[in-house]
């Protein structure tokens, strides 16, 4: 069963701080990764796509891949009130484009 | 919102009725996914579709069937509501992106909240 494994939370952080997201993944396949900001009663919201090992960054949001490691991480600089959501891992995993996901991590900024 | 449209958006149903919900896109793309999401389990794959009546099942299609007649609806059936079918149910596409459109990324719809009494 292939898999992706996250951290439930909550994760509690101050505004202003830097929030660091983590996942693993069971399939070697996988080249693609993403992350989801999903807020209570929405759906969920693409927010970073990472395709090859290192660093990217948008904004105040940086993915981090380590395909050896079987590795992705999402951190949040200069965390908001806003920010807080639950953050969603996904593998594209299995051919057709699917996505496998994790169960979430909640975040929480706090003033 | 990617152009996607789910319907209903709300929705409460007896045990052993049956339930359809659609999906609606406007941009014709190939891939379109069903998903349901359940407090501790994250989105899990139901059924996914890759052309007009090309179909498949995910890891949890137990107790529900889909049918893709046309490029731009993917309907998800369950042909006789259980209680455990009780969850949030979202539709997704896949979009080809980058210079030569060799990566995807998914969008979601707005997603339905079905219950089952």
């Known amino acids: 069963q292939k898999e992706v494994e996250q951290n439930s939370g909550p994760l509690s952080v101050p505004e202003g701080a830097i929030a660091s997201l983590n996942c693993t993944y069971s399939?070697?396949?996988?080249?693609?990764f993403f992350w989801y900001r999903q807020y209570s009663g929405k759906s969920p919201e693409l927010i970073m796509s990472?395709?090859?090992?290192g660093d990217k960054e948008d904004g105040r949001f940086t993915a981090q891949l380590n395909k050896a490691s079987q590795y992705v991480s999402l951190l949040i600089r200069d965390s908001q009130p806003s920010d807080s959501a639950t953050y969603l891992c996904?593998?594209?995993?299995?051919?057709?484009?699917?996505?496998?996901f994790g169960a979430g991590t909640r975040l929480a900024v706090h003033p | 919102d990617a152009g996607i449209t789910q319907s209903p958006r709300h929705k409460v149903t007896e045990t052993g009725t049956p339930v359809t919900l659609r999906c609606h896109q406007t941009?014709?793309?190939?891939?379109m996914y069903w998903y349901r999401q359940d407090p501790g389990h994250g989105l899990r794959l139901i059924h996914y579709?890759?052309?007009?009546?090309?179909?498949d099942k995910g890891e949890v299609s137990d107790g529900y069937s889909v049918s893709r007649s046309k490029t731009e609806d993917f309907l998800l059936t369950l042909e006789s509501a259980t209680s455990s079918q009780t969850s949030v149910y979202f539709c997704a596409i896949s979009v080809a992106v980058g210079d030569r459109g060799l990566n995807t990324e998914a969008f979601f719809g707005q997603g339905t909240r079905l219950t089952v009494v």
């Open positions: 990472i395709y090859s090992n």
């Open positions: 941009e014709n793309h190939r891939y």
């Open positions: 996904a593998a594209l995993s299995g051919g057709y484009n699917k996505l496998i």
């Open positions: 579709s890759y052309g007009v009546k090309d179909t």
């Open positions: 399939d070697r396949g996988s080249q693609s």
